[in-house]
């Protein structure tokens, strides 16, 4: 991987495309499905593979957000525990998607603070 720096942290970029594609604790969804959504988004290293990204999802499911229901070489399917909720994080500025409840702080690397 280069230096490449997305504009928005890809821990957010993976939240928002949850929240606004699969914010149901019914539904599935697999890394490659988010994985593809941020590659048309555009804001991502463009030499970058889904193993690249692997340990944003088991910070995913480390944070209580979603569970790993299934796994497949590097395909894993995921289910939310509980809807997500979108807030705002006055302290870097961005809007963040967290489950009802997580712990109330910024999952932006860079930030971390309390919501």
Not at 13 to 37: L, M, S
Not at 52 to 64: T, V
């Amino acid at each position: 991987m280069d230096s490449f720096v997305p504009v928005t942290p890809i821990q957010l970029q993976i939240r928002k495309i949850i929240f606004e594609n699969h914010n149901d604790v019914d539904e599935k969804f697999t890394n490659d499905e988010i994985f593809e959504k941020i590659k048309q988004n555009g804001d991502l290293d463009p030499s970058w593979i889904i193993d690249d990204i692997e340990s944003y999802f088991m910070d995913i499911c480390n944070s209580g957000l979603a569970r790993n229901i299934a796994q497949n070489f590097t395909t894993i399917w995921m289910k939310l525990f509980e809807p997500m909720k979108k807030q705002h994080c006055n302290t870097c500025n961005f809007d963040v998607y967290l489950g009802m409840n997580e712990k109330p702080i910024c999952p932006n690397p860079l930030c971390n603070s309390t919501i």
